[in-house]
C-alpha cells in the first residue's frame, strides 16, 4: 500500500473551510425527521446548499445534480430505506462521495439489518457516528442507549479500524475526544467542542450533513472529515462561551452556533485547533 501522509495543517484545515463557502457545494440529504431543518441551516451556515430529497421517483436525478450524498438512518422506515439504496447505487455509478451516519446502529435488529443491506449497495466514504453505532457498524457486540452513546470514542477504535478494512474509507467516531482514522492507517484527534453541544438535538447528524459539505471540496475524505468536524466543534465551543457569558443556555446557543459556522474567522480557529496527527 503506497504510504497516505497524516500531516495536515490548520492551514489546510482552514482552506477546506474557505472552499465550502466559496464553491457552494449542492449536498443531497436523505436523513432523519427530527434533524432536517437544523441539518439544512447548518450547511447553508457553513456555505453549502442543501437538497433533501426522498420521493423514488427523483432521488437517482437530484443525486445526478449533487456534489455529494448523506444517508442518516435516525428515523427509519421502508420507504426512506429503498430511497437510501437507490441513492447510493446513483452516487456509487457516478463516483460523487457518500457520507453514513448509522445513528441508532445496535438499537434494534432493523437498524443492523439496514446498515447491512446499505453497506451491500456501495461502501460509503465516511462513515460517522458515536463510539457505540461504531462498534455496532463493524459487527462488534454492544447495546446502544437510544441514540446516546454507551461506549467512548476510545473503545470504538478498533472497531473503527476494522470498518476502514471493510469500506476502504473513513470512519469519524464521535466523542469528547473525535477520532478520524481511514484505510490508510491515518489517524486524527480533535479535543474541541463543548459538553452543551449534547444537548442540542441534531448536532451530531449536522456534523454528518456538513462532512458531506466538505467531502463535495476536498477529494481526500479523511482531510474533509477532520476539516468538517474541526468547524463544528470549534464553532460549538465558541457558541458555548459566548452564550455562557451571556448567562443565556443551550436555546441560545444553537443560535449562535449558526452564526459561528458563518463567521468564525481564520485567526480564532487556528488558536483554538487542537489537533494531533499520526499513523496507525
Not at 457552494?24 to 457553513?46: D, E, G, R, W, Y
Not at 445534480?65 to 437510501?84: C, E, F, K, W
Amino acid at each position: 500500500m503506497a504510504f497516505f501522509s497524516p500531516d495536515i495543517t490548520a492551514h489546510d484545515l482552514w482552506t477546506d473551510i474557505e472552499a465550502v463557502r466559496t464553491q457552494s457545494p449542492l449536498v443531497h440529504s436523505i436523513t432523519n425527521l427530527v434533524v432536517m431543518n437544523l441539518n439544512a441551516n447548518v450547511l447553508l451556515a457553513a456555505g453549502a446548499s442543501p437538497v433533501m430529497a426522498h420521493a423514488h421517483e427523483e432521488v437517482k436525478a437530484m443525486v445526478g445534480i449533487a456534489q455529494s450524498l448523506v444517508l442518516n438512518i435516525g428515523t427509519l422506515d421502508p420507504y426512506g430505506v429503498d430511497s437510501m439504496k437507490i441513492a447510493l447505487a446513483a452516487a456509487h455509478q457516478r463516483g460523487i462521495p457518500t457520507v453514513l451516519d448509522p445513528v441508532g446502529a445496535g438499537a434494534t435488529p432493523y437498524r443492523n439489518q439496514t446498515l447491512n443491506e446499505l453497506l451491500d449497495v456501495a461502501s460509503p466514504s465516511v462513515i460517522r457516528g458515536n463510539g457505540s453505532e461504531i462498534m455496532s457498524t463493524a459487527n462488534a457486540a454492544i447495546q446502544t442507549r437510544g441514540v446516546d452513546s454507551s461506549a467512548s470514542a476510545n473503545d470504538a477504535l478498533g472497531a473503527a479500524r476494522a470498518l476502514t478494512a471493510r469500506t476502504l474509507g473513513t470512519v469519524c467516531v464521535s466523542g469528547e475526544t473525535d477520532h478520524i482514522v481511514d484505510a490508510h492507517q491515518r489517524w486524527a484527534r480533535l479535543s474541541n467542542g463543548h459538553v452543551w453541544m449534547t444537548k442540542i438535538t441534531g448536532v451530531g447528524c449536522s456534523a454528518t450533513a456538513l462532512i458531506g459539505a466538505f467531502c463535495a471540496v476536498q477529494a481526500d475524505a479523511w482531510r474533509a472529515t477532520t476539516a468538517a468536524m474541526a468547524l463544528m466543534s470549534i464553532a460549538g465551543e465558541v457558541a458555548a462561551e459566548k452564550a455562557q457569558a451571556c448567562g443565556q443556555g443551550v436555546g441560545s446557543m444553537a443560535a449562535m452556533l449558526l452564526d459561528e459556522l458563518q463567521l468564525l474567522d481564520e485567526a480564532t480557529f487556528k488558536a483554538r485547533l487542537k489537533l494531533q496527527t499520526d499513523s496507525l
